[in-house]
Structure formats: C-alpha cells, structure tokens
C-alpha cells in the first residue's frame, strides 16, 4: 500500500513537473491585477466605449456619425473597435463594473499563459519568471479597462503562430489568418500583426536553402487571406488605414498614451530595457538579423508612444526566448499540459472569480469621475450645453449628457483639440468667441484649470459646486428659478 502510494505521486509530481509553475503564477497575477487593483479603470474612454457599444446593441448597427457630442453632432465618426465595444457594453449589461473586471482579467490571463507557454519551451523555471515579471511590470501601467486589452492574446497567438511556421519550414496555418477580421474589428494594432508576419515572411524567404518561389507562393496567400480579413470591417479601406491617420495628429502629445516614453524617474519600462541589454551583452545572445530589425521596430514606436509599450512587452519576450536560451545551452523542450496542471489552474482561476464576484465594488469621485458633482447639477442645466473637461468627457456620455470635447480626439482633429486647449487655460478671447459660438449654459472641469478663475470674474456666472475633483459653473439665467421657500 506504502509502496503504491509513494509511486503515484511520484507519478504525479512527474507529470507536473512539464507545467511551469510559473505559468500558473503568470496567469492569476495578471488576473489578481485587473480584478483588485482599481486602476483598472483609470481611462475616461471606459466609459464612452460601453456606451458606444450599447448603442450599437440597441440600434443593431456599427456607428459612423457623432451622437455623443452637440458640438460635432451628425458628423462623421466611425467607430473602428466597435466589435470590443459591442463586448463590452453586452458584459457590463450582463454583470456590471465587476463583469468588465472580469472580461478583462479573462483576457490578460489567457495572454499570460500562451505568453509563459511561448518562453518557457526555450528558458528554464527561472528565466522563464524573470521574463514574465518583467514583461508584466511593463505591462502594467497600460491595464486599463480599454480594446487594446481585449487584442492582447491575439498579438501573443498571432506571434506564437509565425514562429512555429518558421521553425516547421511552413507557411503559418491559412485560418489563422482570419483571426485578422476580429483583431481589425477589435483595435488598431492590428497594423502590427502585418508587421510581424512582414519580418518572418522576409525571414523564411531569405532563409538558407529556402525554396524562394514556395515561399513567395504560401507566405503570400497567407497574407493575402489575412489581409482581406482585416478589410471585413463595417469601414473597409478606411479601417485599414486609420490608425496611420491617428498616428500623424499634430496634438498627440497631449494625450498621454500617445506621448514619447519619459526617462525621466527610473520606472519598469527603462528597467525591462536595460535588464535586456544586460543579459544579451553578457551571454554574447546572437539574434537572427530580421528578428532583430523587429524588435528595434518596435522598439522604436514604444518609445515613440507609450501605448505601444504594451505590445513591445508581449513580443519581445517571444523574439529573445530561443536566443537567449541557446546561449544558455538550452533546447527547447515540450510544453505539454496535464490534467492535473488543467485543473489546477481552473481551480485557482475558479477562487479569483468567486472572490470577485463576493467582494463589492463601486465606482466613486475621482480625476476621470465627477459622480458627486455632476449629481449637484440639476436636470434642467445638465441638458444644455456644457463645456468639460477632457477628461470627464467619457463619463459625461456615460451619463448621457451631450459633451463639447472627449475622449475621441482623432474625430475632434488637431485644430479643435488645440483650441480646447486654449478655453481651458481661460484665455480670454478664445473663451469669449466659444461662448459666443457655442453658448454653453454650465462648465464642469477640474479646479487648477485657467477657465475656472476666468468664469469665476465673468459677470453673470456662479460657481454651484466644487470639490477636488471637479468644479461645476453656471450662467445664472441658466439656472432653474429656485424652489418657493415654504410659509
């Protein structure tokens, strides 16, 4: 009995020995991240994307004119991440705040295991977790609540799936290629996903020995398949061509997603950086010249912008695994996964979930939410038109309340945003023609923004509510007629 029993588990622990503890770790750490840490939803443009989605859902059509805005109403906007939108707005509906911490917990969690899977085969236990820690840490600031979340574990797939085509001698797998049409409907950073299967199309077509016109013939279809995928938008061509159109607004900088990595405090993305170059420059790490051209690529436009970070932290790590491994004398080996390990990680991700769905969780005032002050306006004012700050623009929609500026900058354009800018600071003629033009009736902005002094001076304007947060300004012949005192 002794000996049987001593036999099976070691059975067993052999068995668990070919799934990475750090894999399970790398899955509920990024799940624990989304779910209990409430930076989640520090982006205004939450807000605005579940209401553009349940708008669609009611409508049952994709959205391609402004009706958020009474400034740009019935003019041209086409909502390109409208299918993650649609997805969330179905999930919050169905479960509220904490149904989208747990959509998107879902969806970093399943990034993180095909992440640990993709450099496990080639690092041992311990590189392995130093490259999770450290992409994780780089991906951390960006976990927002937001569609770029939602297309993570298809960067990481699509990037698994071109590497394992490489190491095959084969073109990748054609219906791979239609996951294009859901990572074009989800976010823009499907433009990466042509990048990368440009590079190892390049890289099996200069390969030694390669059968050039083989080559030429199956990478070619595949991307020919993958890009009619990414024109099975509601916006065609548009779509495939939007996000270059972004990326050259003249007021990107901004935005903070949208500005150059700053240096300036030592922080985790610099610390990923140098750690990287260390271990390469040590170990003498030799990586394949187009993997490299890659990676430098990328490289460059995560510098360029931060959002871009997100997707340097998920391909990287896939690019350096086999290299760095070699150079550790590694060979690759299977990453095969039990039945013990399955239920193991379902087990752990089942306990995350049920904690979730037990503990309460409300959203309150803060830099992007002026849920106190916007309930001190009263109906009447909150129909007119406002001037807001950019930031509170998402929550405003969210509310329903018509906004003058918000979160979609590329359908506002350069001069807008600009000018938005320059009522804000307060500056005097660019309120007074704003007033003039746009005849907004109440403000609601943060309390250290210039145009808060400016109204405050203005004959005709009182202020109705301020807090940390939030300052709220009314015209007084805007205002309801108060209530007739009681005898």
């Known amino acids: 009995m002794t000996v049987s029993l001593v036999s099976r588990i070691d059975g067993v622990a052999a068995r668990m020995a070919t799934f990475s503890p750090a894999s399970l770790l790398a899955v509920a750490f990024s799940m624990i991240i989304v779910m209990f840490?409430?930076?989640?939803?520090?982006?205004?443009?939450?807000?605005?994307?579940?209401?553009?989605?349940?708008w669609m859902i009611d409508h049952r059509q994709v959205l391609h004119t402004d009706v958020f805005s009474y400034t740009y109403a019935g003019k041209p906007w086409a909502s390109h991440e409208w299918l993650a939108e649609v997805i969330m707005a179905a999930v919050y509906r169905a479960g509220g705040w904490i149904g989208i911490m747990l959509l998107f917990a879902g969806s970093m969690g399943l990034a993180a295991w095909l992440l640990a899977r993709g450099v496990g085969r080639w690092l041992g236990r311990l590189g392995q977790a130093a490259a999770l820690v450290m992409a994780f840490l780089v991906i951390g600031p960006t976990v927002l609540a937001r569609p770029h979340l939602l297309m993570l574990p298809i960067l990481v797939g699509w990037t698994l799936e071109l590497m394992a085509a490489r190491e095959a001698g084969r073109a990748p797998r054609w219906w791979i290629a239609l996951l294009m049409a859901v990572w074009a409907n989800l976010h823009g950073s499907f433009i990466f996903g042509f990048v990368l299967l440009g590079g190892f199309g390049l890289e099996a077509l200069l390969a030694r020995g390669a059968n050039r016109l083989k080559v030429i013939r199956d990478w070619g279809l595949f991307g020919v398949v993958a890009l009619l995928a990414a024109l099975a938008t509601p916006h065609g061509f548009a779509g495939l061509i939007s996000p270059f159109q972004i990326m050259f607004m003249g007021t990107l900088d901004k935005i903070i997603e949208w500005r150059p990595a700053s240096f300036g405090t030592f922080g985790p993305f610099e610390a990923g950086i140098l750690l990287t170059i260390l271990v390469c420059l040590a170990k003498g790490v030799r990586v394949p010249l187009v993997r490299l051209l890659l990676l430098l690529f990328i490289l460059h436009m995560a510098l360029q912008h931060q959002r871009h970070e997100l997707v340097l932290a998920a391909v990287a790590p896939l690019l350096l695994a086999e290299p760095i491994g070699r150079a550790f004398n590694r060979q690759p080996k299977s990453q095969v996964m039990t039945v013990q390990a399955r239920v193991l990680l379902a087990a752990v991700v089942a306990v995350l979930v049920v904690v979730r769905l037990v503990v309460p969780f409300a959203r309150q005032d803060d830099a992007i939410t002026p849920i106190t002050a916007l309930a001190h306006v009263p109906p009447s004012l909150a129909a007119k038109p406002v001037f807001n700050a950019y930031n509170f623009g998402g929550y405003l929609i969210f509310k329903g309340v018509k906004t003058f500026i918000d979160g979609r900058a590329d359908m506002y354009g350069d001069a807008y945003v600009k000018?938005?800018?320059?009522?804000?600071?307060?500056?005097?003629?660019?309120?007074?023609?704003?007033?003039?033009?746009?005849?907004?009736?109440?403000?609601?902005?943060?309390?250290?923004?210039?145009?808060?002094?400016?109204l405050r001076a203005k004959p005709g304007w009182k202020q109705i509510y301020a807090d940390k947060y939030a300052v709220v300004m009314a015209r007084t012949d805007a205002l309801p007629p108060p209530a007739p005192s009681k005898p």
Request: hydrophobic letters at 35%.
């Open 37 to 54: 840490q409430g930076n989640v939803f520090n982006d205004p443009d939450t807000f605005w994307h579940i209401t553009a989605g349940g």
């Open 419 to 454: 000018r938005y800018g320059q009522i804000n600071a307060g500056e005097q003629p660019a309120l007074d023609q704003a007033l003039k033009q746009y005849g907004f009736a109440w403000t609601i902005t943060q309390p250290k923004e210039g145009i808060v002094a400016a």
